[in-house]
Structures are given as structure tokens and as C-alpha cells.
């Protein structure tokens, strides 16, 4: 069982920056590909980014390539999401789970991200 909790969403202007994080606890978390997902109202829950156990190997959705970096500490159990250069569309509310896929396992509650125009 891993539980995962998502915070430091909030509201910023386009263009601005804000990092969320992601702190686990329970399993092994350095065991874990973790990824980063999203949901706009009324719209289907995304892919973002996501990294390998060991941080080596990242991925990222065309739409936030070059402006968000996934990173993550192993010694603190937490990954996190640098966002930069906001755009009104990466309003939604951002994720975390222990994997790349919507059918990953673990699950975090959300934190909301709001970028104002």
C-alpha cells in the first residue's frame, strides 16, 4: 500500500511559475515510476510526466514539454512538478501516481492549479 499526498497548488497569473509536490508513504517509494496527471472540468484525466525509479529517464505530454520539469528525492519519498510559463489551459487539478498510466495502482487526492489570464 502506498499513500500519496499532493500539495503547493493555488492560483498564478500566465506565465508564472508554481511547483507541486508529491510525498508518499508506506511501500518502497523509490521503487516506483511516478507520474504526474491532470484533470480540466469536463474533461478526461491526462498524462503529464512521469520518471523512472532512479530519475533517470522522464517523459513528458507535447503540451507541457519545455516548461514543466518532473523531478524527484528518493531520501525524502517526494516527487515534484517545476511548472513554468503558465497557461490559462493548464488549469485543472494535478495528480500524482505510481506509474504513467490512468490504470496505475496508487492514487493521490488532487491539488488544485488555477492559472488566471
Known amino acids: 500500500q502506498v499513500q500519496l499526498v499532493e500539495s503547493g497548488g493555488g492560483l498564478v497569473q500566465a506565465g508564472g511559475s508554481l511547483r507541486v509536490s508529491c510525498a508518499a508513504s508506506g511501500r518502497t517509494f523509490s521503487s516506483y515510476t511516478m507520474g504526474w496527471f491532470r484533470q480540466a472540468p469536463g474533461k478526461e484525466r491526462e498524462f503529464v510526466a512521469a520518471?523512472?525509479?532512479?530519475?533517470?529517464?522522464?517523459n513528458y505530454a507535447d503540451s507541457v514539454k519545455g516548461r514543466f520539469t518532473i523531478s524527484r528525492d528518493n531520501a525524502k519519498n517526494t516527487v515534484y512538478l517545476q511548472m513554468n510559463s503558465l497557461k490559462p489551459e493548464d488549469t485543472a487539478v494535478y495528480y500524482c501516481a505510481t506509474g504513467m498510466t490512468t490504470r496505475s495502482d496508487y492514487w493521490g487526492q488532487g491539488t488544485q492549479v488555477t492559472v488566471s489570464s
Open positions: 520518471i523512472s525509479w532512479n530519475g533517470v529517464v522522464r
